[in-house]
Structure formats: C-alpha cells, structure tokens
C-alpha cells in the first residue's frame, strides 16, 4: 500500500522518467533534425531512398537511446524524503548532493502542468527560500503525492502561526482561503489591449532571431542567397508611401496578435486565491503554472493606469517578490492585467486602514527629471535632422520635429508624475509618463539608501534619491538637495525602527 508520510527516501513516480525522456528529446531534437537536413543536402553524397531512410532510423535511434539513458539517470539519481520537518533532496549520481530546504521557511511553491504532465497526471513543483543561492530542483510529482505533500507544509505553516501568536485567528473557510479572486478572459483580454503594443514586437523579434539562427545553423551560404536575392531585385521591392503604410499597419495587428496571444497563453483563467499568510496564483491555456508564496516574500506592489485602463476602470498589478538565485534567473513577478483589485492586494499587504496612514513628508522632482528623459531621444532626432539635410530630404524634416515634441511631452509628465511620498507605515513612490504608476512597499523592506550628486547638482541643487529593495530598486531624481536629505535620514531611522 502507497504511504505519504515521505519518511523514508522514495523515487519520483515512474511517470517522471517519462517526462524526462519527453523534455530531453525536445532539447535534442534540434541537433537531430540539424544532422537530418546536412545529411539529405550533403552533395557529396548521393544516397538512395532506402540509404537515406536507414540513416534517418540510426540517427533516431542514437537521439532516442541518449534520451533515453539520459532520462534514466536523472529519474534514478533523485531522491526526496521529509524529516524533522525538512524536505530533503538527494541528487546526483556521480557525486551525491544533499539539499535541505525547512517546510516552514519555504516562500514559494511554483507548479506547472504541461500537456505531457496533464497526460500523466503529473505536477512539476519547484520550491525556494529567500535564502537559496543555488538553482531550483524540480519534483515531478503526481497528484496525490503534491496533495499530501501540500496539507504537510500547510500543516507545519499553521503550527508556526499558532505559536508565533495564539491571538492571531484565520477566517476559516472550506478551502483554507479567506479571499478569492477571478480574473475574467475578457477583462485579460481588455487589460492586455491596455498595455503598450510594441510588447509584441519583442514576440515577433524572438521568431525572427530563432528562425535566423536555426538557417545559419542549416547553411551558412541560405542568408547570402538571401541578401543576393534582395539586392537583384531592389527596384522591384521598392515600396510607395501608401504601401510603406499597409505593411506597417500589417505588422502592427500581427505583433498585437503575438502579444495578446502570448498574454493569453500565460494568464488564461486565473485563479487568485488570498489568506492571511500565503497567495496563490493559477493560470495558463496549454500549460498551467501555479505559484504559491509567502506574505513575507512580497517587497512591492506596483500599479499602473494609464488613460486607457482608467478609462475602463481597471488597472495592471505587480507583485515584485523578493529574489533568490533562480529568481534572478527568470522573472516571477505576479502581473494581473484587467483588474480592478488593486485596493484588494493593498489591502492584504499594507493593512485595511493603508489609507489612512498619515503622510509625514515627500518630495517633487525637478526639470531636471525632463533633461534625463529626453536625452536619447534627442540626439535621436538631431542625428536623424542632420543626416535629412545632408541629403537634402527636407520635406521629410517634420518627422524628428514631430518625435521631439512627442518626447517633450513625455517628459513633462514623467516631472508632473515623479514623486515620492514617506507615511507612517510605509513609502510611496509615484513615477510614469503616459501611465501612473505607484509602487508600495514597506520600511522593513529596504536594504539600501543613497543619495547621489549630479555634475548639476552645484548649480541647481537638486540630487537624485536611490533605494533598494531585496527585490527592486527605485531612482527619485532631480529632488531638492535639502528635502533629499530629510528623506533620506528618515528611511534610515524607519528602516532601522522597523
């Protein structure tokens, strides 16, 4: 009979290994269509079909056996148990690695459940402490083994709180939460078409990159064919203004399309479940990714309106988490597009009566801010002004003139907005040129304060304000040299009361 007490060293379940042979052949099946293509294009040699398909089945069978040995160890050389309330790993085949990691000091369970790990009715869970310098290890976990593993933690997370203080009593609920949220598709969708569009651009970029190094990684002689076959027939291409037009405008829906499908691959159907000491975020279409952390790994909220979103009556939420090594790896910030929850999450991390908190002095930036913003582009536009007169394109002046002014702008309301406000129980900081952003985080979060001069800083005395958290960092700039250093002496006193 299966037992979960996990008191003894035990294997993953024997559907891992069939996960780590599926990830491995993924990994490998690059080189081995690499190997397939030099074969079927290699000149110098002239193979039969049935040569062709023999070489084909040997190169198969040699990726599937290395995947498969590969799998094998790593599906053999893996270990876990819980002692003494630690979860201990034992890794390594060679040489063995023991990893302790305490039930009660973990601030983060991620899951995620791919299409082989749903076919399996499996979890991939990973687990890390503030205090891990090392990289994750990944538990593949059936369902049963995570739900018991699950209520053990849960179990040692409710002993800790009741002796940490008798007075403090959780709303019970069936589920063990006091507060859930739903975030609609539509309002996903909605909150996403909030966003700077662009973002697919980044989407669109990665394709293209991928699919440049996957022919140069084929045949180095494809992107010279290419740039021979552009150069013939330049004229041809050649493109009116009005066609210029329609493919900028075709590439804009397309990258839109990239975004709103990245977005909605990430975050369909999240479910976000709050108690008083942990959060839980569920969410995917294909893939399903949890993440379960900690109140105390949270450093800042950040929230974002811009006209659009305040429009609609939503906002973007971040929950900024402290970082450990695998953290700094990968981002794992929470965002929550369309939402109207933002008090909500405040609420739970700075208290019900965060509104309330008195202000005790804050700080306006200067114009100072205006130059900083505007400096790249700038030189952009003068660069591009005397590059059109050089080649006498007057007419098409207007374009840097028109950019400049856009960047004016931008940086009148990255001043207007750029702020910073210090309360009783904690710091505000307000910043964002478009949109208006706030970031909330506490004095007990702060690990460093600076206070930095400018080669202005003589003439106008302004300085820029630095503080860092163990999960972000925050440049205040161009503030009056005298309000700074008030500021700045009261985080210090803040930070060391609390």
């Not at 050389?77 to 063995?96: M, P």
């Not at 839109?256 to 159907?269: E, I, Q, T």
């Not at 028109?402 to 990255?414: H, N």
């Not at 960092?473 to 803040?494: C, D, H, M, P, W």
Request: charged residues 20%; contains cysteine.
């Amino acid at each position: 009979m299966k037992t979960n007490d996990f008191s003894a060293p035990r294997r993953m379940s024997k559907s891992a290994f069939v996960i780590f042979l599926v990830n491995n052949l993924w990994l490998y099946a690059k080189y081995f269509l690499f190997i397939v293509i030099l074969e079927l294009f290699n000149s110098e040699k002239k193979l039969s079909f049935i040569e062709a398909a023999l070489d084909f089945l040997v190169v198969l069978a040699i990726c599937l056996t290395l995947a498969a040995v590969i799998a094998f160890i790593n599906y053999y050389s893996k270990k876990y148990y819980v002692e003494n309330g630690n979860l201990i790993f034992i890794h390594g085949l060679v040489r063995k690695e023991i990893t302790s990691i305490s039930l009660t000091k973990i601030h983060s369970l991620r899951t995620k459940q791919g299409l082989i790990y749903r076919l399996l009715d499996m979890k991939g869970v990973s687990f890390d402490t503030l205090a891990s310098q090392s990289e994750e290890i990944e538990m593949i976990l059936d369902n049963e083994d995570w739900e018991a593993l699950l209520s053990r933690i849960e179990t040692l997370d409710s002993q800790t709180q009741i002796q940490a203080s008798e007075a403090d009593k959780i709303e019970e609920k069936t589920d063990g939460y006091t507060t859930k949220l739903s975030v609609g598709n539509l309002n996903l969708i909605k909150g996403a078409l909030c966003q700077n569009h662009l973002r697919g651009m980044v989407v669109f970029g990665s394709i293209l990159v991928t699919l440049y190094d996957q022919i140069i990684s084929v045949n180095e002689n494809a992107v010279e064919y290419f740039y021979g076959y552009m150069a013939t027939h330049a004229d041809f291409l050649r493109l009116s203004l009005s066609s210029c037009i329609t493919v900028a405008a075709i590439l804009y829906i397309v990258t839109l399309l990239l975004w709103l499908g990245k977005v909605f691959l990430r975050y369909f159907n999240m479910d976000i479940r709050i108690d008083r000491e942990q959060l839980f975020f569920e969410s995917g279409l294909i893939s399903r990714n949890s993440s379960r952390f900690s109140y105390d790994k949270i450093c800042t909220v950040y929230i974002k309106r811009n006209i659009i979103e305040k429009w609609l009556a939503c906002s973007t939420v971040m929950l900024k988490q402290a970082l450990n090594a695998t953290d700094r790896n990968r981002g794992v910030d929470v965002r929550i597009y369309g939402s109207d929850s933002a008090t909500t999450f405040l609420d739970w991390w700075l208290g019900k009566d965060y509104a309330s908190s008195q202000p005790i002095v804050s700080a306006q930036s200067g114009y100072g801010l205006l130059g900083y913003t505007i400096r790249f582009d700038l030189l952009v536009s003068l660069a591009a002004g005397i590059a059109l007169c050089y080649f006498q394109y007057y007419g098409w002046l207007w374009l840097p003139v028109v950019y400049m002014l856009i960047s004016l702008i931008k940086g009148i309301f990255a001043v207007r907005r750029s702020s910073i406000t210090l309360k009783e129980d904690y710091v505000e900081i307000n910043s964002g040129k478009f949109a208006e952003v706030k970031n909330y985080f506490k004095y007990s979060n702060m690990e460093v304060v600076r206070m930095t001069a400018t080669p202005f800083t003589p003439f106008y005395h302004r300085v820029n304000l630095v503080i860092s958290t163990n999960g972000s960092s925050f440049t205040v700039r161009s503030l009056k040299e005298q309000e700074a250093k008030e500021i700045y002496e009261l985080l210090l006193y803040n930070c060391y009361i609390k």
